[in-house]
């Protein structure tokens, strides 16, 4: 949020709203401008930059207390902008390295790695994040606190936080120059069975992904 929408809507931006606000808004721009592919050399280390970003504002939302709405009911925030665009232009800019393996829970025993991709956490994320910013638009910013609090604990602060260790795992493979063998195919398509997409996610776990694309830093 510019300077000036800020003397607009007369919010003080040093309110922990108007941080959080902007923080957000900052990271949606940015994926927007991203998934248009017109600089793939520098996607993965500023969507890095970027999802770090974001999750310090998760940060803040998760440390503070529970923020109550103002009314009971969540008011309509009109029509959901569509991600789908978004999500197939992330997977054609990111398509060798899109897919990677993750554990949802590190905490419950047991629990075999499961193939994802981060098109398509990044545009849920995206989602998530649209929804409380059009209460906080419509002046509803109890509201839109509220959502991006409660949605950080039960979506986007776990898919955000996966998709920083995949792309922080990938530039650091660059960085310190230890390529490593090409995926052999990892899809979350596949006609398969668990125990085969447990396997390959698995192996992906093990040697990660390294390749060419999107690896150059941001200047």
Known sequence: MSDATLHATGRNPDD???????????????????????????????????????????????????IVPDERYEPDPGPEQDVDILRENLGRLLEPIDVYSEVFDPYEPRRAPVPARISDDLADVVADLRHGMAHYRAGRVTEALWWWQFSYFSNWGSTASATLRALQSLVAHVRLNQPLAELDGLDTDQGVGDDTLEFEAGQVMAQEIGGPLGMGPVK
């Not at 957000?24 to 994926?31: H, T």
């Not at 991203?34 to 280390?45: F, I, R």
């Open 16 to 66: 922990f709203a108007v941080q959080i606000a902007d923080q957000i808004e900052s990271f949606l721009v940015a994926v927007t401008e991203v998934a248009k592919g017109d600089e793939p050399d520098s996607a993965v280390p500023f969507l890095l930059l970027e999802v770090s970003q974001l999750l310090l504002a998760g940060g803040r939302l998760g440390a503070h207390e529970d």
